[in-house]
């Protein structure tokens, strides 16, 4: 009975594909999110299949960094998500996020055919909110490949790691490097208070 609830459950969580530059930001800011479950870095829209890290930073498999939300939609809609999306990203540079600059850094939104209208929906929503043209497309979802563990939670794991700056907790890394990315400082810059993870 148990095992039967549990598989019942997992049938009613959704997930949705979204590139936002750095995936270790979209993942940290998109696994604060209540009613999200889980939030997986990896790889989507190119023609090489299961990619590593060096390859796609280094051009030429068509993939972007994507993070997949598995979320439970009884707590948090598709639309609150995707509003939260584009708020949490500068939706007008097509080339890169921040200080990560190339295809694999754009953004874009990699909706199922059930989600497709919503992305829609919520993209012209933050053009008007926002008063100025917006690049992020929308893609259809397609297969979708996960980073190696190295890239999973990096914003929030203990493991010692040499940076340009010394040695650093993965933790502390990834704060000192969103910072002088200017992430939170250019999608404030551009939402102000609709920002919902500036700072965070």
């Not at 009975?1 to 530059?21: F, I, N, P, R, W």
């Not at 889980?38 to 990619?51: C, I, L, Q, R």
């Not at 972007?64 to 500068?90: G, M, W």
């Not at 700056?165 to 102000?192: E, H, I, M, N």
Request: negative net charge; glycine residues 8%.
């Amino acid at each position: 009975m148990v095992a039967q609830t549990k598989s019942s459950h997992a049938q009613d969580l959704e997930t949705l594909t979204v590139a936002g530059g750095c995936f270790w930001c979209v993942e940290a800011d998109f696994e604060k999110v209540a009613g999200v479950k889980e939030a997986v870095s990896g790889f989507t829209g190119g023609d090489v299949e299961n990619p590593t890290y060096k390859q796609v930073v280094r051009g030429g498999t068509g993939h972007v960094e994507a993070v997949q939300i598995t979320y439970d939609p009884s707590k948090v809609t598709t639309e609150t998500l995707l509003s939260l999306f584009f708020r949490s990203i500068d939706p007008t540079d097509a080339g890169g996020q921040f200080c990560d600059r190339g295809y694999t850094y754009t953004t874009a939104i990699f909706a199922t055919p059930d989600q497709a209208a919503a992305a829609e929906r919520a993209k012209a929503a933050a053009q008007a909110d926002l008063g100025q043209p917006i690049v992020t497309p929308i893609n259809a979802a397609g297969e979708f490949y996960p980073a190696d563990s190295y890239h999973q939670d990096y914003y929030k794991q203990d493991k010692v790691i040499l940076t340009r700056f010394g040695p650093k907790s993965k933790a502390k890394a990834y704060t000192a490097y969103r910072q002088a990315c200017g992430r939170d400082a250019r999608v404030k810059a551009l939402w102000g208070s609709a920002a919902p993870f500036a700072g965070s």
